[in-house]
């Protein structure tokens, strides 16, 4: 499913039917709001997951993005554009389990191949701010030791990240994975995007196409590109007008059965270098990608 980055991001596009567009009246309006969602999401684990906000302070903003400390601790994902925000309400433990447990099978690898000293981050929702009027938080997010600054805690942009949701929410994560790659210049390397429906786990892994490659790209171009064992996506940095974003893998995943399997992830991609000495690509095989959806099914 081939796609160029769009110039300008608009919040709307690809939400499933039935968002909610709200003011920001009070916290507490705001609480009815997600958990009149969140009630809707109970009933068959999918549907609408998304409000928009207009009319945000920037002080709002900031209340709303805080990863330590949410607006009356409610479960949610926080994306904004000048005054108008997007909410993703994360639809259950479940969902927050996915990306926790794909974490934790990715972690097993790293600490598998890496020395104690090695510093890597996972910075879980914590907001990206390309500019000072917009931003979003992920689920999850990875930096490598090059991006990760151990003594000052700061770090600048992720090399992975995961965005997880329902079935309805597919393209418009589709959509988020472009805007990772546009507002970090090609920088985020890799988007994992996850999808539980409550019978099964979708797994799509997204990244760029190579800056010389066909245009635009078609059908036979992405096929050629899966063959590639394993895709590697550019690791250079790319104008938002030049990339062409892709899924270079699906995997659906069950408590028995991983079709499409294995889930490859490049050393290089995700740490900014080529593999030394006991290093190499994480490599989910079936038997990993089960287990993970075996805590959810």
Request: contains cysteine.
């Amino acid at each position: 499913m081939p796609s160029t980055s769009a110039s300008v991001y608009a919040l709307h596009h690809t939400l499933p039917m039935g968002y909610v567009v709200s003011p920001f009246i009070s916290p507490a309006r705001f609480q009815n709001t997600v958990d009149m969602v969140f009630q809707d999401l109970q009933e068959s684990m999918d549907g609408n997951q998304w409000i928009i906000v207009v009319g945000l302070s920037p002080a709002l903003i900031r209340r709303l993005a805080d990863a330590e400390h949410p607006l009356e601790n409610l479960n949610y994902r926080f994306q904004w554009d000048g005054v108008i925000g997007l909410v993703k309400v994360i639809a259950s433990y479940f969902h927050t389990l996915a990306t926790t447990q794909l974490v934790g099978a990715i972690d097993s690898q790293l600490s598998a191949m890496l020395n104690a000293t090695t510093h890597i981050r996972w910075g879980a929702n914590t907001a990206h701010e390309p500019t000072a009027h917009n931003g979003k938080q992920p689920d999850e997010a990875f930096f490598p030791p090059s991006r990760w600054a151990p003594v000052s805690h700061t770090w600048s942009c992720p090399t992975l990240i995961i965005e997880t949701g329902v079935p309805q929410s597919l393209s418009r994560l589709r959509e988020d994975a472009k805007w990772w790659f546009a507002s970090t210049n090609g920088n985020v390397r890799i988007v994992l995007i996850l999808i539980f429906s409550g019978s099964t786990l979708h797994i799509e892994k997204w990244q760029l196409a190579p800056p010389n490659g066909p245009r635009p790209l078609g059908r036979e171009d992405i096929n050629a590109l899966r063959l590639q064992n394993p895709p590697m996506p550019p690791l250079v940095p790319q104008l938002p007008a030049t990339q062409q974003a892709y899924a270079a893998q699906e995997i659906e995943v069950t408590w028995s059965h991983a079709a499409g399997a294995p889930l490859v992830l490049p050393f290089a991609a995700l740490f900014d270098q080529q593999p030394g000495p006991g290093q190499h690509n994480i490599v989910l095989e079936a038997q990993d990608l089960c287990s993970v959806a075996g805590c959810l099914l």
